[in-house]
């Protein structure tokens, strides 16, 4: 999987939903130019390993 995938791309990929994902893009659990960016054409992109290092922080 590429290091910046597309909101879509990640649901199919990781089983979370794309409300789900864009949820935590807007409410600040993921940190913007880390765990997801803005493309030129305005496009979120996802940081893969960027969130997966999250997941992998996250206490259960």
């Known amino acids: 999987m590429n290091k910046w995938v597309t909101i879509k ?3 199919e990929a ?3 939903s794309e409300d789900a ?7 600040g659990t993921w940190a913007y130019r880390l765990h997801f960016t ?8 996802i ?7 999250w997941l ?5």
């Open 9 to 11: 791309k990640f649901a």
């Open 21 to 27: 994902i864009r949820a935590k893009t807007k409410n």
């Open 38 to 45: 803005k493309g030129p054409d305005g496009r979120i992109m």
């Open 47 to 53: 940081n893969v390993e960027e969130v997966n290092k």
């Open 56 to 60: 992998e922080n996250t206490e259960a």
């Open 14 to 16: 990781s089983g979370y």
